[in-house]
């Protein structure tokens, strides 16, 4: 991934500023939609222009939970991605995918038993 890292500092900063002031002067967002950039870990990834498609037909919940044909979700199996389409949220693209791969991951943690 090519980034200036002295342009993506001064990005973060003031981002943080606006953060801190309860307004976005680059985009208008909602101030509650405002979160500071302070704790790592910092992860970074290069995003271009792509096409959404789903390919396996899957239906997942806001956990990356595959959902069974009665609307309950198949124990320990989990689709994110391109394979499902979820029932709560959009597909939004990259972003959403990493974020509902992190919470697949989480739902799969906090299971009691592995076997």
């Known amino acids: 991934m090519t980034i200036d890292p002295s342009g993506l500092k001064q990005s973060i900063e003031k981002y943080n500023l606006d953060c801190k002031a309860g307004a976005d002067s ?5 101030a509650e939609s405002l979160i500071p950039i302070e704790k790592s870990p910092f992860y970074a990834i290069e995003l271009t222009m792509t096409g959404l498609y789903t390919i396996g ?3 997942h919940d806001d956990q990356g939970r595959t959902i069974d044909n ?10 994110i991605g391109n394979v499902g389409q979820p029932t709560k949220l959009l597909p939004i693209g990259v972003p959403g ?4 791969g ?3 991951g989480k739902s799969a943690a906090s299971l ?3 076997s």
């Open 57 to 59: 037909g899957l239906i």
């Open 97 to 100: 995918v990493i974020a509902l």
């Open 26 to 30: 680059a985009f208008g967002r909602p």
């Open 70 to 79: 009665e609307g309950n979700p198949i124990l320990r199996l989990y689709s």
């Open 112 to 114: 009691d038993n592995w």
């Open 102 to 104: 992190k919470l697949a």
